[in-house]
């Protein structure tokens, strides 16, 4: 025994062998605290432990594979609802200006503007009624410049653009004929 510490004690006579295994030690004492006296036991536990981290990671990653997929098709499907949304507001403002002109307003002015917006249940945008009844005046937002008869015949005019198999028979519209003259 003699001989066999010689030889372990020339081989490891260094600060550096020593101090790793201080370390080892240091770490065992650890675990024997954290899981017990027995060993087994305490890899076992860890074995779980890593094996669940393990799985855990796994599932992270489909988790994120997962959000990449419906990030990609939220990106698709807003862009495609964007452009139906600006093709069918510029179809619309033509046909409700079609109808202003009948209702006493026919040099006014309507356009949807579209603000993006972070993605939503809504769409990746923002829509904006722009109005004006005067020519000579830019467009602006539709509560900053149309007054309440204007308000009045532009809803009629959107109820009238609409009302092809309305099942609504009565509309009651206040100072929808102020501005007309006479």
């Known amino acids: 025994v003699d001989l ?3 030889h372990f004690s020339e081989d490891h006579d260094d600060d550096e062998s020593i101090e790793s295994i201080d370390d080892a030690l240091f770490k065992l004492k650890q675990i024997r605290r954290k899981y017990g006296d ?6 076992e536990k860890v074995t ?3 094996d669940a981290l393990e799985n855990g990671r796994r599932q992270q990653l489909a988790i994120e594979q997962e959000i990449s997929v419906a990030a990609s098709r939220l990106a698709v499907d807003g862009l495609a609802l964007a452009e139906a949304r600006q ?5 619309l403002c033509k046909v409700i200006l079609k109808e202003l002109k009948s209702l006493g307003l026919a040099k006014a002015k309507l356009q949807f503007r579209f603000e993006p917006t972070p993605p939503s249940i809504h769409g990746t945008e923002r829509a904006e009624v722009l109005f004006t009844a005067n020519p000579d005046l830019p467009l602006s937002h539709l509560s900053e410049q149309a007054s ?3 308000l009045s015949r532009l809803l009629l005019a959107l109820l009238l653009s609409g009302a092809q198999g309305s099942q609504t028979e009565l509309y009651v519209f206040d100072e929808v004929d102020a ?3 006479g």
């Open 179 to 181: 501005g007309l003259g």
């Open 87 to 91: 093709a069918a507001g510029t179809q």
């Open 38 to 43: 027995d060993l087994q036991a305490a890899f």
């Open 4 to 6: 066999e510490l010689s």
């Open 48 to 50: 779980m432990d890593a």
């Open 148 to 150: 309440g008869g204007e």
